[in-house]
């Protein structure tokens, strides 16, 4: 890059970095009880440090500024933000379970009354009415849901000087700072002082542990002082280390009720209580605890911080637990499991630690592998990559950004912890937008659409353990608010399992999230065709298959079984409320649920008589309807072109086009037809998320390009125009997902659209190549995962299939399509097949 098109480039960034800051929810004002040395970012920084060499990584030459600037790294269960500062580092920390409140009940028992006259009042049409009334006594107390809460930050100040005693920091060299994916550490980089620093973050799964290492060698330069150019670097940073230059004073912050002491001459601990929300008192006790390991070197405590000086190297454990033990029990004993963890690592040494924890994330994230091709531009920043994506020619970007998805969901949620939620297991606030809990009208199980497709299976344990925890809440709403059996869940759910509509009408009274979540039960199961899965969680799609069996009620007008009272998610009707009967999302919904019960029941061998009655419920449910316009109507009437916003973020009643399986191109094509009309009139704009839905519908509409515009709007810098600014979207520098703010929901989804546009198996047939884009003319991919027990690699070439290899762990039969060719393999468990471009083997 010219320096007239760097100096373009950093005016460019600065202008939407200050916008950012404006705009943005970022910042808390902390009751602080150790206070770090405040970055001044007037540092001067020197030379252009190189890419790293792993190409699946995000990289910087500046220290992060803002959060949406500073890296992600997580276990699971621990998360922390790494800013990569060079006079002082600021880790943000989570742990998944410190959230709000504690256990409670938030059914309105005023519910059950009012529910047989806001059923009358929407079968007569008076929807402001209705929305009142439902607004008035139906929704839940209190109205809101208990938030996903921080636990603090470490903070570290470094001491740097040059051998003559100078300031260190005036001038820093070379400076780098990058998440490795492959590795999941995120590592900083940089000269000063006449010595090269090395900053290693990672949150081990094996240790439950985050784990921070502090490094110095010598620079073999002419002139300790004078920053050497980066060849130079790379190859004398292989040289013996330079003892006695690591010193660093340790401390901790929190915004929450806490206290921070040093226990020990090398242990910080922080003791709190998590914060009360909307009325209900906080539960939860909480640890956090860091213990420093220094090699060599003087180290010293006051009261609340640690230093060393002098030292070779320092390792930094970094240990966190809450009393939480499920939704309805806070008995836990956070100090022994804070203490366990951090007696246990420390028996181990930082190779083995660093060993242990790089194989167990490998063991998921090198399942699959993703080439676009690649070009000059992987070896320009991160940030100046997503600036210039627009413009094309970085196919590689696009991978980096699918497995950014899938590094994500490893590092946030693992066998045994809570699902991601909102925003994965990373947030800065005591109350985070949108209260950073499961949003399931769409973000929720948008989160996991990359689980099974890209051999991530592991990873949906904690939505599917969430889900059968659901229903003990559940059913309780379900009998108090309708007086039914089974169990029910509306449009949120929180750490407590509560069920209840919340926020208003508008967006809360919306029956049908838990059994959209059902679907996820019945994905794993289709991956993975394990029946004693299949038995375990089959009375809980039966659970909410009854709700609805005892709460369909009869429309007036054609004798249809319906939702009432009900909404199209967060949209409203032309009568300016979204209070309705029967929206099209609820009836797919309750399609797949009644039919997945079905085959659940027929595998199983169970319940014959309430098949058949099932049968005759799903019978009834309102069809699908082709409105004027030729669109897919949103609502029993066609009153999509008369709504307030055509152009609404949410395109609910395209769940049967995607993540269902209703709408097919061969089975059903004038569905298919009307799905592209919606899309047409609701436009391109979207929020981050909407724009991810929407390559997925791009890729099941198989068109390629069509979802390739989507996603290099998705992957815009937030705030430009290339994001689509007027709807919002785009990236954050960090790759995070923008609503704005940070939506982690975007990420996924997106991980999700690029492997549908490669491969696709809802429609009971493997479709290879369904919506390749011309912006990729060759690649391949490996370890795909698709519906009936297979593997599947693919390569293509100049914009065709070369050739594709079929891997079975199930020994069943499949049809494999590319174009308008198609054949049926019958393939022995374990058994590999490789076909051709013409699919011959």
Request: a neutral charge; glycine letters at 8%; aromatic letters at 8%.
């Amino acid at each position: 890059m010219s320096e007239k098109m760097n100096r373009s480039f950093q005016i460019r960034l600065a202008i939407i970095l200050l916008a950012l800051s404006l705009t943005s929810h970022i910042g808390f004002a902390p009751a602080r009880t150790f206070t770090a040395a405040k970055p001044t970012f007037d540092t001067q920084f020197t030379g252009e440090a190189s890419p790293p060499d792993e190409p699946l990584s995000l990289w910087y030459r500046r220290p992060a500024e803002k959060w949406v600037e500073a890296l992600p790294v997580g276990n699971g269960r621990l998360g922390a933000m790494v800013f990569g500062g060079v006079e002082s580092e600021r880790l943000q920390l989570n742990e998944d379970t410190l959230y709000g409140g504690g256990p409670y009940d938030p059914n309105n028992p005023e519910a059950l009354a009012a529910l047989p006259e806001a059923r009358r009042l929407i079968f007569e049409g008076k929807y402001a009415e209705a929305h009142k009334l439902v607004g008035d006594k139906m929704m839940a107390r209190p109205i809101k849901q208990m938030p996903y809460q921080l636990i603090g930050d470490l903070l570290l100040t470094f001491h740097i000087s040059t051998p003559n005693g100078a300031d260190g920091l005036s001038s820093v060299a070379n400076y780098r700072r990058d998440l490795n994916l492959d590795t999941a550490i995120a590592s900083v980089n940089y000269q000063a002082g006449g010595v090269r620093f090395t900053r290693e973050v990672f949150s081990s799964p094996v240790d439950q542990v985050i784990i921070v290492r502090l490094t110095a060698a010598v620079i073999n330069a002419p002139n300790a002082d004078v920053a050497t150019p980066v060849d130079q670097v790379i190859i004398v940073r292989l040289t013996a280390d330079l003892p006695g230059q690591v010193s660093v004073t340790a401390g901790m912050q929190t915004p929450q009720k806490a206290t921070v002491e040093v226990e020990a001459p090398d242990t910080i601990v922080m003791r709190g209580i998590n914060g009360e929300s909307s009325g209900i008192a906080g539960a939860l006790n909480f640890q956090s605890r860091v213990r420093l390991m220094a090699e060599s070197g003087k180290t010293s405590a006051d009261k609340n911080s640690i230093s060393v000086s002098g030292a070779d190297s320092v390792t930094m454990l970094i240990a966190a637990a809450t009393s939480y033990k499920n939704y309805k029990d806070v008995s836990g004993d956070p100090e022994a499991i804070a203490k366990s963890h951090i007696a246990a690592a420390s028996k181990k040494s930082f190779d083995s630690l660093r060993r242990d924890h790089i194989a167990e994330h490998q063991r998921l994230f090198r399942r699959v592998k993703l080439d676009l091709g690649a070009t000059d531009a992987i070896r320009l920043p991160t940030e100046e990559r997503i600036l210039n994506f627009r413009a094309g020619n970085d196919p590689q970007l696009a991978a980096l950004y699918f497995q950014y998805g899938r590094y994500l969901l490893i590092s946030s949620s693992r066998p045994g912890t809570q699902p991601a939620n909102l925003q994965g297991i990373w947030n800065e606030h005591m109350t985070p937008p949108w209260e950073g809990k499961y949003t399931i009208n769409i973000n929720t199980e948008m989160n996991y659409w990359p689980a099974e497709i890209t051999n991530l299976a592991e990873c949906h344990e904690p939505l599917i353990r969430m889900v059968t925890e659901l229903v003990e809440n559940g059913s309780r709403t379900a009998k108090v608010q309708y007086g039914a059996g089974g169990w029910v869940c509306h449009h949120n759910t929180d750490l407590w399992r509560a069920t209840a509509p919340i926020d208003g009408p508008l967006w809360g009274f919306w029956p049908t999230g838990g059994a959209w979540l059902c679907k996820h039960l019945w994905e794993h199961y289709e991956f993975n065709l394990d029946r004693s899965y299949l038995a375990r969680v089959y009375p809980v799609m039966k659970g909410a298959a009854e709700f609805f069996v005892d709460t369909l009620v009869e429309e007036p007008k054609h004798k249809w079984l319906v939702t009432s009272p009900s909404i199209s998610p967060e949209n409203r009707h032309p009568a300016d409320v979204a209070i309705c009967a029967g929206p099209t999302m609820d009836i797919q919904i309750l399609r797949d649920l009644f039919s997945n019960c079905i085959r659940a029941a027929q595998i199983l061998g169970r319940d014959r008589a309430w098949r058949a009655k099932l049968t005759s419920v799903r019978d009834r449910l309102a069809p699908m309807q082709i409105g004027e316009a030729g669109q897919l109507q949103e609502w029993l009437e066609d009153w999509d072109m008369q709504a307030p916003e055509r152009g609404h973020r949410h395109v609910s009643h395209l769940y049967g086009l995607h993540p269902s399986n209703q709408i097919t191109e061969r089975g059903t094509p004038d569905l298919f037809k009307a799905a592209r009309r919606t899309l047409e009139i609701r436009g391109d704009a979207g929020t981050g998320w909407s724009l991810a839905w929407k390559i997925n519908f791009w890729a099941r509409l198989l068109d390629g390009d069509r979802a390739y515009r989507l996603l290099q709007m998705a992957l815009a810098l937030v705030g430009t125009p290339e994001s689509g600014a007027n709807g919002g979207g785009g990236v954050y520098p960090n790759l995070f997902d923008a609503h704005p703010p940070f939506q982690i929901d975007g990420n996924f989804g997106a991980t999700s659209g690029i492997t549908e546009m490669l491969l696709q198996s809802h429609a009971g047939e493997f479709n290879l190549l369904p919506a390749l884009p011309k912006a990729w003319p060759t690649g391949s991919v490996t370890g795909l995962r698709a519906r009936g027990g297979f593997e599947v690699d693919i390569t293509w070439k100049q914009g065709k299939l070369a050739s594709a290899q079929v891997r079975s762990t199930s020994g069943r039969a499949c049809k494999v399509r590319y174009g308008e060719k198609a054949i049926t393999l019958r393939l022995r468990r374990g058994q590999t097949v490789r076909l051709d471009e013409t699919l011959s083997q």
